[in-house]
């Protein structure tokens, strides 16, 4: 099993940055992909970046050039920097590790989840 825990999120004005990070713990050496998904009310899960141990990632169209995923394989932690934040981005951030060196399908393992609230 792998736990993911993940930390970062809250309120924050248009144009402004948050930093997510999620920490995995447990059977790590199993995970080969690492992501970020979000579900904003009465919407579906919807995948914003992904990020495989070779720093291969994958972005949602909406997101490319404001948010950049990173890792660090050493602590076992993924990282999403989200710049120039809208208020469409406001969702409940969720955490996704798997053994697919590819991002779709998600991962088997989810985080409880962040809230971003992006205020205009």
């Known amino acids: 099993q792998v736990q993911l825990v993940e930390s970062g999120g809250g309120l924050v004005q248009a144009g402004g940055s948050l930093r997510l990070s999620c920490a995995a713990s447990?059977?790590?050496?199993?995970?080969?992909?690492m992501g970020w998904y979000r579900q904003a009310p009465g919407k579906q899960r919807d995948l914003v970046a992904a990020i495989n141990r070779n720093d291969y990632a994958n972005y949602a169209d909406s997101v490319k050039g404001r948010f950049t995923i990173s890792r660090d394989n050493a602590k076992n932690t993924v990282y999403l920097q989200m710049n120039n934040l809208k208020p469409e981005d406001t969702a409940v951030y969720y955490c996704?590790?798997?053994?697919?060196?590819?991002?779709?399908?998600?991962?088997?393992?989810w985080g409880q989840g962040t809230q971003v609230t992006v205020s205009s």
């Open positions: 996704n590790a798997g053994s697919s060196w590819y991002y779709k399908p998600p991962g088997t393992y």
């Open positions: 447990g059977m790590v050496f199993s995970i080969n992909t």
